[in-house]
């Protein structure tokens, strides 16, 4: 039982390079999230899509470009890193109704450094 | 735009006791959903409870219950009966209903003394 799966969980980027992580999720939900987390600051929410071919602005989404490819996979892309982006990644999910609409899945997290 | 606040960033509790995490929220809407989560070491989110705005009665699960206090915009986690597995970071959310999008606080870092 997969659930939702980030990759990378580790990766090391120099200033300027750009990456794209990976999500999918198997459990047929619509909607699908990407957050960041640093010491002291909580969960922020970067961008989030309520169903396939729809995006929409969390609060910090400045620096960062997304794609929900299909129903399944939310790609997060970082196009030019910069040390303030050194996070650890969530990729969520969440169901449209019933238990699972309220409740959101995460994965095990990404964590990126960039020097 | 909605706001959620966790103004405890650590708390420690002796083992077997019983400890109270504060959140507050701030939002104009009258129907929407409560979470906490539960992040250890691992890193990973567990659901701990949720709550609808709807529900008078406060949501139970366990150890773990709230005190939701829906005028006061309060929605506080009581951990009964504390064990070592109860160490973890704390976060309370708020999702307002028909939206997709999720808040959350800062967390609460919580110690268990043995």
């Known amino acids: 039982n997969a659930g939702v799966t980030q990759t990378p969980k580790f990766q090391v980027l120099k200033t300027g390079q750009s990456m794209t992580l990976q999500c999918a999720q198997d459990?047929?939900?619509?909607?699908m999230y990407w957050y960041r987390q640093d010491p002291g600051m909580g969960l922020r929410l970067i961008y989030y899509s309520a169903s396939e071919g729809t995006t929409d602005k969390g609060e910090v989404p400045n620096g960062y470009n997304v794609s929900r490819l299909n129903k399944r996979e939310f790609s997060l892309r970082l196009e030019s890193a910069a040390p303030s982006q050194t996070s650890v990644y969530f990729c969520?999910?969440?169901?449209?109704?019933?238990?699972?609409?309220?409740?959101?899945?995460f994965g095990e997290g990404s964590w990126l450094t960039v020097v | 735009a909605q706001t959620v606040t966790q103004s405890q960033p650590e708390m420690s509790v002796q083992e077997a006791e019983t400890v109270t995490l504060s959140c507050t929220y701030d939002?104009?809407?009258?129907?929407?959903?409560l979470f906490w989560y539960k992040q250890p070491p691992s890193r990973q989110m567990i659901l701990v409870i949720r709550?609808?705005?709807?529900?008078?009665q406060n949501a139970t699960e366990n150890r773990f219950s709230v005190n939701f206090q829906k005028a006061a915009k309060s929605f506080s986690l009581k951990i009964s009966d504390s064990q070592l597995g109860d160490a973890a970071m704390y976060f309370c959310a708020y999702r307002r209903y028909g939206d997709d999008k999720i808040i959350f606080g800062k967390g609460t870092r919580l110690h268990i003394l043995p």
């Open positions: 459990m047929n939900h619509n909607s």
């Open positions: 709550q609808e705005a709807y529900k008078q």
């Open positions: 939002t104009s809407e009258s129907d929407y959903y």
């Open positions: 969520a999910s969440r169901g449209l109704q019933g238990a699972s609409g309220n409740t959101i899945y």
